[in-house]
C-alpha cells in the first residue's frame, strides 16, 4: 500500500511540475525569451514568491522534518500536488503558450534538467527502501516546482548557443531572398502606436494597384521578418510592407539592416516600453533609425502630431509631414473631420489645396491619422485618387484597435483593447464623448509599459473620464490607485473597481441598458496583474 501511495503521489508532484514549467515557459515566451526581461517581470510581478510557491517551499519541507511520519508526508505532497493540478489545468491565459520549435527545444532541456536533478536524489537514497526513494522524488518534485524559473532560465541559457545557430541560418537564408528581388518595393512602418493599423491600411490600398505583402498579425521583430521572408513572400510580390517593433534601441535598425527598406514611415513618437528603453530619447532615436537607414533617393513619412517626430530635423531622404491636429505645421492636414456610428469622413488638405476627400468606416482620430499616413505614401507610389477613395471605404475594421460594432441586446461596442497608450486613449474617449443615444460606459485596466511616467500617464488619463463618461469599471489592481485619484470626487461619475475582466463582464450585464455604448480600452497581457 505504501508503495503504490508513493508511486501515485510522485506521478501528481511530476504533473504539478510539468504544468508549472509550462506556465514558465509561456511566461519566458511573452518576454521573448530574453532572460533580463523575464527577470524584470518577475521581480515587478511577484511570481517568485507567489502563494503556491511558497506552500511548494513549505509541504516540501514539512517531509524532511524527521518526527514527521512517512504516510503525513505523503499525504501533504499528494494534496499539494493535487491542488495545484487542478488549478493549472483550470486556469485560462489571454495568451497562452505556442508550441514553437523553440519552445518545444527549451521544454526537452528543462525536462531533462528536471529529471537529472530528480534522479540524483534517488541514486542518492540507494540504500533506502524503494518507497522511500520515491518519496524522496516526490518532495523534490515539489520543492523544483517552487523554484521552477530557475530550471526555465538555464535552458534558455543553454540553448543560446544553438538558437544563435539556427538565427543566423535562417536569417540569411531571408537575406539571400531579399537580394534575388532588387526590383522589389520595401515600405518599413515604425511607431509607439498606430504602425499595426497603417500597415493595414496601406496593404488595402496598395493591393488595388501592386501585388502587395505585409508581415502578418505581430510578426514586427527581426524573427519575424526573416519567417514572412522565408514563408510568405513570393517572386512575384512587387510591394513589401514590414511593421517594425521595437522595445531596446537598435532593434528598428537590426530589421532594416536586412530588407533596407526605401520608404518609411513613423507613426508616433511616445511613452510606450520605456521600462525597455528607458527614457523618450532613446524612443525617439530607436524609430528614426528606420529613417535613418533610408537611401538618398529614398522618402520619409512623419507624423508632427508629435512633438519628438515634429521637432527631428531629416536631412538625409526627402521628407513629407503630415497631421490630423489643428495647428500643427505639417505638409499635410486632415480638415472637415466629421464622426458618426457608420464611420468618419475627411479631406486630406495641403497649403495648395484640397488633395483627396475620404468616407470610411473606422472611427476617431488616431484612424484618420493612420490613414493619412497610408494615402500620402499611396499617391508618392501613383495609385490614382479613385482606387484610393475606393479602397479607403472599404477597409474593415481591425480587431481590437477602436473598433465598433453593435449586440443584440443593443449595446454599442467600442472595442480599444489591444494595447493602450496616452494619445490612443485619449481619442478613445473622445470617440466614446461622441456617442450620446445613451450612457457611456469605460472598462479599463490603464495603460501599462510607461517606465517612471507610469502612474502620472494614468492619473491623468483618470482625469479625463469624468468629462467622457457616465460609469467607469476599473479593473484590477495595477493602475487602480493612479486611475480613482485622477477621477477624484465627482458626482457625474459612477465608478467601480473589480478585479478582473470576468467580475467586470459580470458587473456590465447587470448595468447596461438598451441603447447604451462601452468601451473597453486596453486588455492587459498575463505578464501583468
Not at 495545484?84 to 531533462?112: D, N, S
Not at 505585409?214 to 527581426?222: A, Q, R, Y
Not at 507613426?267 to 524612443?283: D, K
Not at 467580475?503 to 480600452?521: F, H, N, P, W
Request: glycine content about 6%; some cysteine.
Amino acid at each position: 500500500m505504501y508503495l503504490i501511495a508513493s508511486i501515485l503521489t510522485l506521478l501528481v508532484a511530476l504533473v504539478a511540475l510539468f504544468l508549472r514549467t509550462k506556465v514558465d515557459l509561456m511566461m519566458m515566451q511573452q518576454n521573448s525569451y530574453r532572460i533580463n526581461r523575464y527577470r524584470v517581470w518577475q521581480k515587478e510581478s511577484g511570481d517568485t514568491s507567489t502563494m503556491s510557491r511558497l506552500m511548494a517551499y513549505i509541504c516540501a519541507g514539512i517531509t524532511l522534518v524527521k518526527w514527521v511520519p512517512a504516510t503525513a508526508g505523503l499525504a501533504v505532497l499528494a494534496i499539494f500536488g493535487a491542488i495545484e493540478c487542478i488549478r493549472l489545468f483550470r486556469k485560462k491565459y489571454k495568451k497562452p503558450l505556442v508550441w514553437t520549435a523553440r519552445v518545444r527545444r527549451i521544454c526537452g532541456v528543462a525536462l531533462l534538467v528536471e529529471a537529472i536533478i530528480i534522479t540524483i536524489i534517488a541514486l542518492g537514497d540507494f540504500d533506502s527502501s524503494t518507497p522511500y526513494c520515491l518519496y524522496r522524488c516526490a518532495t523534490t518534485a515539489v520543492l523544483i516546482y517552487a523554484a521552477s524559473y530557475w530550471v526555465v532560465i538555464a535552458a534558455v541559457w543553454l540553448l543560446k548557443p544553438v538558437e544563435n545557430h539556427i538565427v543566423k541560418k535562417y536569417y540569411d537564408e531571408a537575406a539571400s531572398i531579399l537580394r534575388s528581388m532588387p526590383d522589389l518595393k520595401i515600405i518599413g512602418i515604425t511607431g509607439s502606436y498606430g504602425k499595426t493599423s497603417t500597415k493595414h491600411y496601406l496593404y488595402r490600398i496598395l493591393s488595388e494597384q501592386y501585388d502587395t505583402l505585409m508581415t502578418p498579425g505581430n510578426f514586427n521583430t527581426t524573427l519575424g521578418v526573416v519567417r514572412t521572408v522565408r514563408e510568405y513572400l513570393k517572386p512575384y510580390n512587387e510591394v513589401f510592407i514590414v511593421e517594425m517593433g521595437a522595445k531596446e534601441c537598435g532593434d528598428i535598425k537590426e530589421i532594416c539592416d536586412l530588407v533596407h527598406p526605401s520608404i518609411g514611415i513613423v507613426t508616433a513618437v511616445g511613452p510606450q516600453h520605456l521600462e525597455s528603453f528607458g527614457s523618450i530619447e532613446n524612443v525617439q532615436a530607436t524609430k528614426f533609425e528606420l529613417v535613418d537607414s533610408l537611401p538618398a533617393d529614398g522618402f520619409a513619412v512623419l507624423n508632427n502630431d508629435f512633438d519628438m517626430i515634429a521637432t527631428r530635423n531629416v536631412a538625409n531622404v526627402e521628407t513629407v509631414r503630415y497631421s490630423a491636429q489643428e495647428g500643427r505645421a505639417a505638409d499635410y492636414h486632415a480638415v472637415d473631420v466629421t464622426y458618426s456610428q457608420h464611420g468618419t469622413e475627411f479631406t486630406i488638405a495641403s497649403a495648395e489645396g484640397n488633395i483627396i476627400t475620404l468616407r470610411t468606416r473606422l472611427v476617431g482620430r488616431c484612424n484618420v491619422s493612420n490613414l493619412m499616413a497610408a494615402v500620402i505614401v499611396a499617391l508618392n507610389m501613383g495609385v490614382s485618387a479613385d482606387k484610393i477613395k475606393y479602397a479607403v471605404g472599404q477597409i474593415e475594421q481591425v480587431e481590437h484597435r477602436l473598433s465598433i460594432k453593435s449586440t443584440p441586446g443593443g449595446l454599442t461596442i467600442i472595442d480599444d483593447a489591444y494595447n493602450s497608450n496616452p494619445v490612443g486613449s485619449a481619442m478613445a474617449l473622445e470617440v466614446l464623448a461622441g456617442m450620446t443615444a445613451g450612457r457611456r460606459i469605460i472598462i479599463t485596466p490603464g495603460m501599462i509599459e510607461l517606465g517612471e511616467d507610469q502612474y502620472r500617464l494614468n492619473r491623468d488619463f483618470g482625469a479625463k473620464i469624468p468629462r467622457c463618461a457616465d460609469i467607469a469599471i476599473i479593473v484590477g489592481k495595477y493602475n487602480r490607485e493612479a486611475i480613482t485619484e485622477g477621477i477624484g470626487k465627482t458626482d457625474k461619475l459612477e465608478v467601480h473597481t473589480v478585479d478582473s475582466f470576468a467580475q467586470a463582464q459580470q458587473l456590465l450585464v447587470s448595468t447596461a441598458r438598451c441603447g447604451d455604448t462601452v468601451l473597453y480600452e486596453n486588455d492587459l497581457p498575463d505578464t501583468f496583474k
